[in-house]
């Protein structure tokens, strides 16, 4: 079984930054792929950043690519870090992984941007 704890969302001011951070517990054998997504009130939850091990490099939603950076330093753990956050990023963030063909979520953290 595999859990996924994420952290470091919170408030914050047009322009600035936060990290976040996923924490994964239990097997991670398997894993193939890693991603953030988020879902914004009114609107279904939709990909932001995700890592497919082993293959090419990592794809980003449109509106955040130059600012949203994702990375894996260990197979335990996998961070969003957004640069220049705007208040259209506000939302909850989820962490995913996918393994053997199935989808894990965190909870999600909630990230509001204020203007």
């Known amino acids: 079984q595999v859990q996924l704890t994420e952290s470091g969302g919170g408030l914050v001011q047009a322009g600035g930054s936060l990290r976040l951070s996923c924490t994964i517990s239990?097997?991670?054998?398997?894993?193939?792929?890693m991603g953030w997504y988020r879902q914004s009130p009114g609107n279904q939850r939709e990909m932001v950043a995700k890592?497919?091990?082993?293959?090419?490099?990592p794809t980003y939603a449109d509106d955040v690519k130059g600012r949203f950076t994702i990375s894996s330093d260990n197979p335990k753990t996998v961070s969003l870090q957004m640069n220049v956050l705007e208040p259209e990023d506000t939302g909850v963030y989820y962490c995913?992984?996918?393994?053997?063909?199935?989808?894990?979520w965190g909870k999600g953290t909630l990230v509001t941007v204020s203007s």
């Open positions: 995913n992984v996918a393994r053997y063909g199935r989808d894990y």
């Open positions: 239990g097997s991670v054998f398997g894993i193939s792929a």
């Open positions: 890592i497919v091990l082993g293959g090419s490099s």
